[in-house]
Nanobody, 124 residues
Framework: QVQLVESGGGLVQAGGSLRLSCAAS????????MGWFRQAPGKEREFVAA????????YYANSVKGRFIISRENAKNTVWLQMNSLKPEDTAVYYC?????????????????WGQGTQVTVSS
């Protein structure tokens, strides 16, 4: 079983940037797609971005397309989410997740390992 630990969250002004990291331990993630999800208070957990095991297939939610970039380095067992031009509506707890296969997917039930989350707060 893989353990995922997110870091890099914090408080930032609107228009600013943050880079989230997801460090995996326990097993390699190189064979698995990885994803980022977020959950704001009182809302359902929503898909943000996903990357296939090779990095060749990437998906973004429409709400973050053009502003966020997901990347991975399998040799470091790490995935990142670069968040630019942040908006107050990006405020949420952000979760890293490992998929059940190497195919990039966008629904939470296709992921079987989750981190504990990191808080991102964007002030207006």
């Amino acid at each position: 079983q893989v353990q995922l630990v997110e870091s890099g969250g914090g408080l930032v002004q609107a228009g600013g940037s943050l880079r989230l990291s997801c460090a995996a331990s326990g097993r390699t993630i190189s064979n698995y797609a990885m994803g980022w999800f977020r959950q704001a208070p009182g809302k359902e957990r929503e898909f943000v971005a996903a990357i296939s095991w090779s990095g060749r297939t990437i998906y973004y939610a429409n709400s973050v397309k053009g502003r966020f970039i997901i990347s991975r380095e399998n040799a470091k067992n790490t995935v990142w989410l670069q968040m630019n031009s942040l908006k107050p509506e990006d405020t949420a707890v952000y979760y890293c997740a490992s998929a059940k296969s190497g195919v990039a997917v966008t629904t939470p039930y296709e992921y079987d390992c989750w981190g504990q989350g990191t808080q991102v707060t964007v002030s207006s």
